[in-house]
């Protein structure tokens, strides 16, 4: 006669419990802003909506030995420059699919580490972010550029080394803010 009593008075104090423990244990709020050099995790899946540009599919090295045009970018998670041109990334990804690579590396290992030669990230870093390099199919730059570097002038460097033009409407594409969160891509008339 106890046992169907049991089960309602165990929810009842898991209920209790549960309210408690949310009573006690207020939630802190999230924030995550693009504006601020605060660290918010990945930037690419926050700020780009497109988690899967880093890590690269390919190191530099093996994508100069196949003859690869690529784009190497360096960023800090935790620069708001870097989280503001994160989209730039996930719209060159979208104009220039699997026809280039694109190479996004974190800055942080870089730093005070001597020149580990041509076929490593490190030798073309000049020191700051952001910084886009692009490299034709005989493995050398045709464009280094630092600070927030305009998308069209990547895409012209890109069409110069592949031949190729950008896959889909490549007319200037501008960032607006949906939410504190997150960014979409929407074309200019």
């Known amino acids: 006669m106890i046992r169907p009593l049991a089960r309602p008075l165990l929810r009842g104090l898991g209920l209790a419990l549960a309210l408690l423990l949310c009573w006690a244990l207020p939630a802190q709020p999230a924030w995550a802003a693009r504006d601020t050099n605060s660290y918010d995790g990945n930037i690419y899946a926050l700020y780009a909506g497109n988690g899967s540009l880093v890590p690269p599919r390919s190191s530099l090295a093996d994508s100069l030995a196949e003859h690869r045009p690529v784009v190497l970018a360096y960023f800090l998670d935790d620069a708001a420059v870097s989280k503001q041109n994160a989209v730039v990334?996930?719209?060159l990804q979208r104009l220039w699919g699997?026809?280039?690579e694109l190479i996004l590396v974190t800055t942080d290992p870089l730093q005070g580490r001597p020149d580990p030669g041509p076929g490593a990230p490190g030798h073309y870093?000049?020191?700051v972010i952001p910084q886009v390099v692009v490299f034709g199919?005989?493995?050398q730059p045709v464009l280094n550029a630092t600070g927030p570097v305009d998308i069209n002038a990547i895409n012209v460097?890109?069409?110069?080394?592949?031949g190729l033009k950008p896959q889909g409407d490549s007319?200037?594409?501008v960032s607006r803010e949906v939410n504190e969160l997150n960014s979409e891509i929407v074309f200019s008339n």
């Open 125 to 127: 870093w000049k020191g």
């Open 157 to 162: 460097a890109l069409t110069e080394v592949t």
């Open 171 to 173: 007319k200037s594409s």
């Open 98 to 100: 699997r026809s280039v």
């Open 137 to 139: 199919t005989d493995g």
């Open 89 to 91: 990334f996930n719209e």
